[in-house]
């Protein structure tokens, strides 16, 4: 009976600590895990990001089923105004105040240099999914900082070395005059004169100009044969509208969009955008899965899913999962658990994310239809190809991140 009795007490005892084993690894610190997603609300870049990144989020959020590791998930949402002191001032404040795990931006490249900088000095996971600078994964690279859905690179290669083979070798650019803009209008350089083009100049124009007539004066009297203009949002869709104003494309120039979005082809009309070439990681109407979500998306925002707003959906998604299965909110376990695992949903195929935090995924070179091709509202693009990751980021060896191992 005491032998009996003395291995019952052992037996219970592995259970115990077994159990207890099993709710210390389920750590979460607080009451929630609390995610931030701060977006440009109101100005020049709102309807590629905007309040349509929070639905995405949000939408994540929902699918996995508003709880992980038995604790409510939060989502807190802010417009950063493309100001840096604005988003640091936010971020700071959700940091101290809120306990936020993770932060996600959209748009603004100077604001997401500045939050992956704070997510390296508090400890957070941060995730860049909408802004274009390469800097986040060289060198401002960061353990924490995940690069997600595009960078200048990867839109440079794609739509400069298409429209340079076409014969566009002599380029001018347009371009916004902060972060995103120098980076777009270097990669695109470097990717025209690697193919034995040339850069004519460039003429650099304030965030938010309403008045593109200066610059596009000066890219029409370059002599070029491309304008590529390295901008986005609403300047990107006002310098195209000046440019048929001041008739470069009828007096023989080529406007290179080199970030181009679903909802900057609805601003401007097929009629006026039919023709441009852009690249992008992600379109609606690709297939049966890329549709579904955009649906679901549209019945809740009233548009289709731009790459930003669909890259929002799966990054919160992958952290959750990273979450779930690490059993904790740790930045660095979860960041770790991220790189480790592809991301194969309808955004990503075999997406995987590096050292540096790039996130490797199939980008996408696509051409405005005419009018006349298109069969209903939102069907502007056709695919003409894939760009696999590989070769549509910068190579690790060429990388000046000092994450990556050479």
Known sequence: MMKKTLTTMALAACVSLSALTASSAQTVSGDEVTIGAIVDMSGVYSANGGQGAVVGAQMAIDDFGGTVLGKPIRLLSSNYQNKVDVTNTIVRSWIDNDNVDMVIESTDSASALAIQALGK???????????????LTNDACTPLGIHYVYDTYALANGTGNAILREGGDSWYFVTADY??????????????????????GAARHPLG?????SFLLQAQSSGSKVVGLANAGADFSNAVKQAAEFGIVQAGQQIAGMLVFLTDIKALGLETAQGLTFTTGFYWD????????????FERHNAMPTMIQAGFYSAVTHYLKGVEAT???DSATVRKWMGENKINDFFAKDGYIREDGRMIHTMYLAKVKAPEESKRDWD????????PGEDAY???????????KK
């Open 394 to 404: 910068l190579k690790p060896e060429n990388s000046t991140c000092s994450l990556l």
């Open 327 to 329: 059993g904790t909110d």
């Open 209 to 213: 100009t309403a008045d593109f007539s």
């Open 179 to 200: 972060a995103f803009g120098h980076s777009l209008e270097r990669d695109t350089g470097n990717a025209v004169t690697q193919g034995g083009g040339t850069i004519l």
């Open 121 to 135: 000095d508090r400890n957070r996971l941060t995730i860049a999914a909408g802004s274009a600078t390469t800097a």
């Open 380 to 387: 502007f693009a056709t695919i003409l190809s894939e760009i």
């Open 286 to 297: 690709l297939n049966d899965e890329t549709r579904a979500f955009a649906e679901r998306f």
